[in-house]
């Protein structure tokens, strides 16, 4: 049994802050931004919330998918960012879709979670427990991003991200994934437990903190590592892919990455001058652009591969109908 993505869908906040906005929050400038990331804009959450993004990227998946919601078996939403501990946000999107037959859940692995949460719910498939899964990434980052931060506050911005991926007859890949929880403190983000000061301790600021060249580093050397793996363990090469779709953290991460790999930019989709890092949401924007932009194609062999705190990372290799 395999897993095969039938519908996929996509939402960004309205408001858009370009590069020059952000000149006037801390002291960069829009040359430095492209150059050292790519960067140009990123949309940021104003009125919308990382639930309200995942459900309008649910329903266009689910429209894309044309499937009714109660066919859908199984939501998770990979998050850093919910708006409430619980209910989870896959609750949310169940009922605001109309899937009462869907078992739900969360999961959190930063900007790694779409791929783990792809490969959660395509074990579920491929062991024959569920037939349609819908899998979403959505995160608000703005909100744990401290907006005098310059080392961080270019890079991120918000959105959403789903995919719906249905059981098929025919070849099932083996995923790759991992994590370093050594390295946990080269990316973080403390949670507030305002409420209970009991438990607050000092230095805690609720704001994402990050050593940027650390990251980098780690993301140079473990996203081609990641790939060739889950290539070989599939015994497929680089030939075989028609698409690479990783995570858009920094697009001189996404050329090294092509250096390593000995391939062309030009089979990598990228977006991350319009979004900036999305976190969990950056890869299933890119896979719903590729399809109604036409660049993907039916039947076509992707690699996605992503990276994130944690340390953790991920890839798989996933086919669209
Ligand atoms: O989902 C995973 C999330 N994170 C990542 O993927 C982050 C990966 N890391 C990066 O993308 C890069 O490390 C950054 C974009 C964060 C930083 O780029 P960099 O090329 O590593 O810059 P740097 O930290 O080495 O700083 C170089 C210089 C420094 O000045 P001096 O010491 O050379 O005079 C910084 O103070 O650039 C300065 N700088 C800035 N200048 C203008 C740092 N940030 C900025 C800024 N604007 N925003």
């Known amino acids: 049994m395999a897993e095969i993505i039938i519908g996929t869908g996509a939402a960004v906040p309205a408001y858009v802050l370009d590069n020059d906005g952000v000149a006037e929050l801390v002291e960069t400038d829009d040359a430095w931004i492209r150059e050292r990331t790519g960067i140009r804009q990123r949309h940021i959450a104003k009125e919308e919330t990382t639930a309200s993004l995942a459900e309008e990227a649910a329903c266009r998946a689910v429209v894309d998918a044309g499937i009714a919601p109660n066919r859908i078996d199984l939501i998770v939403v990979a998050t850093a960012t919910a708006n409430q501990r619980m209910p989870c946000v896959a609750c949310e999107v169940q009922e605001k879709i109309g899937a009462q037959q869907a078992a739900c859940f969360d999961l959190n692995a930063a900007c790694t979670g779409f791929v783990l949460a792809y490969q959660t719910a395509a074990a579920y498939l491929k062991a024959g427990i569920y037939r349609t899964a819908l899998v979403i990434g959505s995160d608000c980052m703005s909100q744990v991003i401290d907006w005098q931060d310059r080392s961080t506050c270019i890079l991120f911005g918000d959105g959403a991200g789903a995919a719906v991926l249905q059981r098929q007859p025919g070849l099932s890949y083996l995923p790759v994934a991992g994590a370093d929880g050594r ?9 507030l437990y305002e409420e209970q000061p009991f438990y607050k301790k000092s230095g805690d600021s609720g704001f994402l903190r990050m050593d940027g060249q650390a990251v980098f580093k780690f993301a140079v050397r473990k996203v081609p590592e990641a790939i060739l793996e889950v290539l070989e363990s599939n015994g497929l090469s680089t030939g075989d892919i028609d698409w690479f779709v990783i995570h858009q953290a920094n697009r001189r991460i996404i050329e090294s990455v ?27 924007i890119l896979l719903d652009e590729g399809k109604h932009s036409g660049r993907l194609k039916k039947g076509q062999r992707l690699v996605i591969a992503g990276f994130g705190a944690g340390l953790t990372w991920g890839a798989s290799i996933v086919q669209i109908a």
């Not at 092509?258 to 979004?275: C, T």
Request: charged share 15%; hydrophobic share 35%; glycine share 8%.
């Open 258 to 284: 092509a250096r390593h790999l000995g391939i062309s930019m030009e089979r990598f989709l990228v977006n991350l001058q319009e979004y900036g890092n999305t976190s969990s949401a950056s890869i299933p």
């Open 183 to 191: 390295k946990g403190e080269v990316l973080s983000c403390q949670a």
